[in-house]
């Protein structure tokens, strides 16, 4: 998984794969699961996506504030929409 390869499995405490969940991105639906398991509404989260048709569409749609992460430089931001290109910047949003 992802998570694994980026290191940030630990500090995780909720992981919903769509493909167990017979839903996918960019449905609104595994968006709306994810955020119903964190106890909290769509509306208070943030999504950090690397992927615009699938996440930052899926999140948008869901209610979520997307947050799009470009680790390589390879797609434009689309507009309207924050970005980062490291995870230490998404910590820094929230101090």
């Given at each position: 998984?992802?998570?694994?390869?980026?290191?940030?499995?630990p500090w995780v405490d909720v992981v919903?794969?769509?493909?167990?969940?017979?839903?996918?991105?960019?449905?609104?639906?595994?968006?709306?699961?994810?955020?119903?398991?964190?106890?909290?509404?769509?509306?208070?989260?943030?999504?950090?996506?690397?992927?615009?048709?699938?996440?930052?569409?899926?999140?948008?749609?869901?209610?979520?504030?997307?947050l799009y992460i470009d680790v390589h430089g390879?797609?434009?931001?689309?507009?309207?929409?924050?970005?980062?290109?490291?995870?230490?910047?998404?910590?820094?949003?929230?101090?």
């Amino acid at each position: 998984l992802k998570l694994d390869s980026v290191g940030i499995r630990p500090w995780v405490d909720v992981v919903l794969v769509g493909g167990t969940e017979d839903v996918h991105k960019p449905k609104a639906e595994v968006f709306r699961r994810a955020a119903q398991r964190l106890c909290v509404s769509p509306e208070n989260c943030v999504y950090v996506g690397d992927y615009p048709p699938n996440d930052i569409v899926g999140a948008q749609s869901a209610g979520m504030t997307p947050l799009y992460i470009d680790v390589h430089g390879h797609r434009e931001c689309p507009e309207g929409v924050d970005e980062i290109t490291a995870l230490p910047q998404l910590l820094e949003r929230f101090n």
